[in-house]
């Protein structure tokens, strides 16, 4: 009987412990599907907001609300200034600035005059009017683009009498020789295939609508047409395309990015598969060359290929094709606070109460508005960089002491939780953009020179083989540098289409990129 009781009793131990650790199971599952229903809905706000939010980072009135919480000093102050450039204190109030901005000056004027009758300019007592002023309104005005056909004579000469004959026993005929042209044999010349180009790599206007456009106007170009003059144009400016390459690996700086780009036609891959656009912008700071470089692959070796033998700066975002590269000797990686922010934003949306999100990025836009002040005064580099130290590193010290205290009470798998975890493993490359006065806090500067990339994909969703990615690329990186350099794209296009049949070695070449152009010469220039 004794015997019974404590085999009962053993029995019984046994299943209040299964029990225990079925329940204790069940909760953890209960906890793991909970975190992951939360993660869900979050990543479905963040899309939904993608889909039909703001698409601008930028802070609402509302975000600065909830951020006088954490930075109400700043935040104060930042109100203060802004108010400053856009209203007017009068009598007790303030009013927005009234008025129109005013026409650009560069624009040509054609004045014409609204004159009274010659017999009204005479008052009632006799005494002819004195003109004693004028009102002046400018309106703008567009004629419709223009297409004509050159028309290029070449003269025939020959002798009457002897008819010329030299020792070969045939007849000379002297005739002048045909002018230089960037496409030879071809219809095209250098201001229209500028436009061309322009309209398509700078307007994102696929050939197909330009064939549309142009038949309005009474010209018969193909899309075909566009496409191999796009080719042959880019093969003439590889000697160009080569010298920006170096000039990339000359400065103090290199930022990289890379978009997707579908190609058809590629060997051994199917049609469907992503290929990408690689974008590279460096050389002089104050004369930066953007290099666009398309590739099969999104394979770190691309950025090891071409930087190779460069020492300095780079700065990226987070992929980890980019360790390597960061890696090597005389390398130094710097991180980008924008995907930093971006992160955040979206834990910032994802959510109804965002107090961390929202304190992070405010902590963030006291980074910037530090960077900023500091800019705007113009200091000598050794000046700036020791008031930049001064400024940024207690505030990079105690966002470091937040973040480590927060990802310790912060679910992982939450949108929250992941910003922690990226801004912390980004941590030493984040901060290293103190150490240069050609570093600026984020990559910016190469994502606005992949953005109209971007926006042509959209239109003309993939390339019709490697041939054209690799003419996109040159197109691309010719007309975006020449923009980072102050220059109209359709006028420097026509200017150098000009002058690349007369070039005869590289330094001829290298005279046509914008940072060695001769500006007198250019602003001669006339394509008309």
């Given at each position: 009987m004794e015997g019974d009781i404590k085999s009962l009793a053993a029995e019984v131990a046994n299943l209040k412990t299964q029990i225990h650790e079925q329940q204790v199971y069940y909760e953890k599952r209960?906890?793991?599907?909970?975190?992951?229903?939360?993660?869900?809905?979050?990543?479905?706000?963040?899309?939904?907001?993608r889909l039909f939010g703001r698409k601008s980072e930028k802070l609402t009135q509302e975000d600065y609300k909830q951020m006088v919480l954490f930075d109400e000093a700043e935040c104060a102050t930042d109100e203060e200034s802004e108010r400053e450039k856009t209203e007017v204190s009068?009598?007790?109030?303030?009013?927005?600035?009234?008025?129109?901005?005013?026409?650009?000056?560069?624009?040509?004027?054609?004045?014409?005059?609204?004159?009274?009758?010659?017999?009204?300019?005479?008052?009632?007592?006799?005494?002819?009017?004195?003109?004693?002023?004028?009102?002046?309104?400018?309106?703008l005005k567009i004629i419709p683009a223009k297409i004509y056909v050159e028309k290029h004579v070449r003269p025939k000469y020959a002798c009457n009498n002897c008819e010329g004959v030299e020792n070969g026993g045939e007849a000379v005929v002297k005739i002048a020789p045909a002018p230089p042209q960037i496409i030879p044999k071809s219809i095209v010349t250098e201001t229209l295939l500028a436009y061309i180009l322009v309209s398509k790599f700078n307007d994102a206007l696929p050939f197909y609508r330009q064939e549309r456009m142009f038949k309005r106007i009474g010209a018969e170009i193909t899309r075909a047409d566009m496409a191999n003059w796009a080719i042959k144009a880019a093969a003439r400016c590889g000697e160009l395309v080569e010298l920006m390459e170096q000039s990339i690996r000359e400065g103090p700086v290199v930022q990289i990015d890379e978009t997707r780009i579908q190609v058809m036609k590629e060997y051994l891959r199917e049609d469907t598969s992503l290929s990408y656009m690689w974008v590279f912008r460096g050389g002089t700071p104050k004369k930066p060359v953007i290099l666009y470089k398309y590739h099969p692959t999104r394979s770190g070796e691309v950025p090891l290929s071409y930087l190779k033998g460069y020492a300095g700066f780079i700065q990226t975002d987070g992929y980890k094709g980019y360790a390597e590269v960061g890696s090597l000797p005389g390398i130094v990686h710097v991180g980008c606070w924008a995907h930093v922010r971006r992160k955040f934003d979206e834990a910032c949306k994802a959510v109804k109460k965002a107090g961390s999100a929202r304190e992070a990025l405010s902590k963030i836009s006291r980074l910037y508005a530090v960077e900023k002040e500091l800019r705007d005064l113009n200091l000598p580099d050794a000046e700036f960089m020791r008031k930049r130290k001064e400024a940024v590193e207690p505030l990079l010290k105690a966002f470091k002491e937040w973040l480590d205290k927060r990802a310790a009470q912060v679910a992982p798998a939450t949108l929250l939780g992941k910003a922690l975890s990226y801004t912390r493993g980004e941590w030493p490359?984040?901060?290293?953009?103190?150490?240069?006065?050609?570093?600026?806090?984020?990559?910016?500067?190469?994502?606005?020179?992949?953005?109209?990339?971007?926006?042509?994909?959209?239109?003309?969703?993939?390339?019709?083989?490697?041939?054209?990615?690799?003419?996109?690329?040159?197109?691309?990186?010719?007309?975006?540098?020449?923009?980072?350099?102050?220059?109209?794209?359709?006028?420097?296009?026509?200017?150098?289409?000009?002058?690349?049949?007369?070039?005869?070695?590289?330094?001829?070449?290298?005279?046509?990129?914008?940072?060695y152009l001769d500006e007198n010469e250019y602003k001669s220039f006339s394509f008309q």
């Open positions: 209960i906890d793991e599907i909970r975190t992951k229903a939360e993660l869900l809905e979050q990543e479905n706000k963040v899309l939904r907001h009068v009598a007790g109030h303030t009013r927005k600035k009234p008025g129109r901005k005013p026409l650009s000056e560069k624009l040509p004027r054609v004045e014409i005059i609204h004159d009274i009758p010659e017999a009204e300019k005479q008052c009632a007592c006799g005494s002819p009017l004195i003109r004693i002023g004028a009102e002046v309104c400018e309106k490359k984040l901060t290293s953009y103190i150490l240069s006065p050609h570093l600026t806090p984020d990559n910016n500067l190469i994502e606005n020179a992949i953005r109209p990339f971007v926006v042509g994909r959209r239109n003309w969703l993939f390339s019709g083989s490697p041939r054209g990615a690799h003419a996109s690329a040159a197109l691309y990186s010719i007309i975006q540098t020449a923009k980072a350099n102050g220059f109209e794209p359709f006028k420097y296009l026509s200017y150098i289409f000009s002058k690349i049949p007369l070039c005869n070695n590289k330094a001829d070449f290298k005279n046509l990129l914008p940072q």
